[in-house]
């Protein structure tokens, strides 16, 4: 069955960074465009990068243009953000999701189960 598993997530100060890792399986992960998204509790989740099958085209949201960096490893099955810059309001816990086509549409069929990115002093 597929299943992400995201890591990655914590504590850090304004300025600071992390990485944020989604280990993917049951799926031929290299076939599929795969999303960051991230949800505040009473407010929608809202995309925040999006990247095609084969890494070469990537999408973000304005918020974090400049600053965060998604990218993905098919030989590791894996896909990561890499978030710099880290502002109080990029709190918020951090979902990966599985595209449903090659190439990013807004649609997915599978999410992972999440991590919470605080940022804080």
């Known amino acids: 069955q597929v299943q992400l598993v995201e890591s990655g997530g914590g504590l850090v100060q304004p300025g600071g960074s992390l990485r944020l890792s989604c280990a993917a399986s049951?799926?031929?992960?290299?076939?599929?465009?795969m999303s960051w998204y991230r949800q505040v509790p009473g407010k929608e989740r809202e995309l925040v990068a999006a990247?095609?099958?084969?890494?070469?085209?990537?999408n973000y949201a304005g918020s974090v243009k400049g600053r965060f960096t998604i990218s993905r490893d098919n030989a590791k099955n894996t896909l990561y953000l890499q978030m710099n810059s880290l502002k109080p309001e990029d709190t918020a816990v951090y979902y990966c999701?599985?595209?449903?086509?090659?190439?990013?549409?807004?649609?997915?069929?599978?999410w992972g189960q999440g991590t919470q990115v605080t940022v804080s002093s």
């Open positions: 999701a599985k595209g449903r086509f090659m190439w990013f549409a807004r649609e997915n069929d599978y």
């Open positions: 049951g799926f031929t992960f290299s076939s599929y465009a």
């Open positions: 990247i095609n099958y084969g890494g070469g085209s990537t």
